[in-house]
Antibody, heavy 122, light 106 residues
Framework: QVQLVESGGGVVQPGRSLRLSCAAS????????MHWVRQAPGKGLEWVAV????????YHADSVRGRFTISRDNSKNTLYVQMNSLRPEDTAVYYC???????????????WGQGSLVTVSS | DIQMTQSPSTLSASVGDRVTITCRAS??????LAWYQQKSGKAPKLLIY???TLESGVPSRFSGSGSGTEFTLTISSLQPDDFATYYC????????FGPGTKVDIK
């Protein structure tokens, strides 16, 4: 069955960096676009970034562009997000999510990980 | 940017009730809309995409309708497992979620 398992979250000081990983299994990872979506404590969902199935195309939300970088390693079935210059408002649970479409991207998501909490605080 | 609104923000209902949640987009998104259910502490679950297509495995009591700027999610007969928060999401232009509608027990 499809599994997405995030790791790498924790407490980090403002201005510092953190990298999250998402290990995928149970499906052909290399054939699906992948996304990061976050949710601040007690708040709604915010789409963060997308990477195409082959890693050649990425797009980031305005709120993180220039600070976050999404990437993937299809040989390791793993999705990443490198988060630099972190701010308190980046505090959230970060979910990785699989795009619904095989071989393309629709920007809606049929499988989600359990989430990884990132807390930005001094 | 496309903005999404939902109403109501909270809805109190009883088991067996018919429940309707409305989602509005700030500009036309055709039928590029999805609905998710999220329970406390869990990841969201896809219910409906393309405004009215039921995701595999989702009970038929859930249905979606609408196009353009106004959409609805209907639960025909609310079940105990349905008490949760529901989000709409546009994917006409990248992705934006609505603020959510919490369905709680009356």
């Amino acid at each position: 069955q499809v599994q997405l398992v995030e790791s790498g979250g924790g407490v980090v000081q403002p201005g510092r960096s953190l990298r999250l990983s998402c290990a995928a299994s149970g499906f052909s990872f290399r054939n699906y676009a992948m996304h990061w979506v976050r949710q601040a404590p007690g708040k709604g969902l915010e789409w963060v970034a997308v990477v195409s199935y082959d890693g050649t195309n990425t797009y980031h939300a305005d709120s993180v562009r220039g600070r976050f970088t999404i990437s993937r390693d299809n040989s390791k079935n793993t999705l990443y997000v490198q988060m630099n210059s972190l701010r308190p408002e980046d505090t959230a649970v970060y979910y990785c999510a699989r795009d619904k479409r095989y071989g393309g991207s629709t920007y809606y998501f049929d499988y989600w990980g359990q989430g990884s909490l990132v807390t930005v605080s001094s | 940017d496309i903005q999404m609104t939902q109403s109501p923000s909270t809805l109190s209902a009883s088991v067996g009730d018919r429940v309707t949640i409305t989602c509005r987009a700030s500009q036309s998104i055709s039928s590029w809309l999805a609905w998710y259910q999220q329970k406390s502490g869990k990841a969201p679950k896809l219910l409906i995409y393309d405004a009215s297509t039921l995701e595999s495995g989702v009970p038929s009591r859930f249905s979606g309708s609408g196009s353009g700027t106004e959409f609805t999610l209907t639960i025909s007969s609310l079940q105990p497992d349905d008490f949760a928060t529901y989000y709409c999401q546009q994917y006409h232009t990248y992705s934006t979620f609505g603020p959510g509608t919490k369905v709680d027990i009356k």
